[in-house]
T-cell receptor, first 114, second 117 residues
C-alpha cells in the first residue's frame, strides 16, 4: 500500500531563513512524488514533482525538493523564506500501479513570521 | 494555464437532503477526474475516480450509494452526497489531469465546504 508521512504538523521560521518541510514515503514500485500548497479555503496548487532523472527538482516560487531513494524521503526546501510562503503544504505519492491516484500526507502548516 | 472550476464553494443543508457538487475542466477535456475529501487539519483522502462515460471507481471504504458520481461529459463530473448527515460535513475537492499539456500534473478545484445541520 502507498503511504506518505509528514512528521511535522507545524513548521515555524523567520523570514529570510531557510525552510525545510519533511516528507517520507512508502510505496511498492517506483514513486512519483509531488508537493502541493493550499491556502485557506482554496484548492491545491502544484509546486513541483519528481518522476525520474535528477534527484534535485526545482519548482514554483523558489521551492525545491530532493529525492532520496535510500531514505525514502522527498523534503521540500527553500533557501530564504517569505511571509507569503505561509500556507499548508502537502506531499503526495503516486506509482505506476496507481497512476492517476495521488495519496497525500496529512499536511504541514508552515508559518513564516516577519 | 489549465483551470478546474468547482461549484458551489460552500453549501449548508439539512440532514437527510442531497447535495450536488460540480467539477468542470474549463479549457481542456478530462476523461478522468478525481474526488477527494478533507477533514479539518487532516490529509486529503481519495474517494473515487470518475471516468467519462463509465462507472466511477471507488476507494475502499467509500460508499458508492452514498456518494454518487456522474461523469457525463469530457468537461463535467458531479458528486452527489445523498441523504446527507452531519458526519458527511467536510471539504470536498475535485481534480483533473490535462493529458495534452502535462499528464503528470493534477489541477485542483477550489473545493466545496459542506456543512450538514
Amino acid at each position: 500500500a502507498q503511504s506518505v508521512a509528514q512528521p511535522e504538523d507545524q513548521v515555524n521560521v523567520a523570514e529570510g531563513n531557510p525552510l525545510t518541510v519533511k516528507c517520507t514515503y512508502s510505496v511498492s514500485g517506483n514513486p512519483y512524488l509531488f508537493w502541493y500548497v493550499q491556502y485557506p479555503n482554496r484548492g491545491l496548487q502544484f509546486l513541483l514533482k519528481y518522476i525520474t532523472g535528477d534527484n534535485l527538482v526545482k519548482g514554483s516560487y523558489g521551492f525545491e525538493a530532493e529525492f532520496n531513494k535510500s531514505q525514502t524521503s522527498f523534503h521540500l526546501k527553500k533557501p530564504s523564506a517569505l511571509v507569503s510562503d505561509s500556507a499548508l503544504y502537502f506531499c503526495a505519492v503516486e506509482t505506476g500501479s496507481t497512476l492517476g491516484r495521488l495519496y497525500f500526507g496529512r499536511g504541514t502548516q508552515l508559518t513564516v513570521w516577519p | 494555464g489549465a483551470v478546474v472550476s468547482q461549484h458551489p464553494s460552500r453549501v449548508i443543508c439539512k440532514s437527510g437532503t442531497s447535495v450536488k457538487i460540480e467539477c468542470r475542466s474549463l479549457d481542456f477535456q478530462a476523461t478522468t477526474m478525481f474526488w477527494y475529501r478533507q477533514f479539518p487539519k487532516q490529509s486529503l483522502m481519495l474517494m473515487a475516480t470518475s471516468n467519462e462515460g463509465s462507472k466511477a471507481t471507488y476507494e475502499q471504504g467509500v460508499e458508492k450509494d452514498k456518494f454518487l458520481i456522474n461523469h457525463a461529459s469530457l468537461t463535467l463530473s458531479t458528486l452527489t452526497v445523498t441523504s446527507a448527515h452531519p458526519e458527511d460535513s467536510s471539504f470536498y475537492i475535485c481534480s483533473a489531469r490535462d493529458f495534452r499539456r502535462d499528464p503528470e500534473k493534477l489541477f485542483f478545484g477550489s473545493g466545496t465546504q459542506l456543512s450538514v445541520l
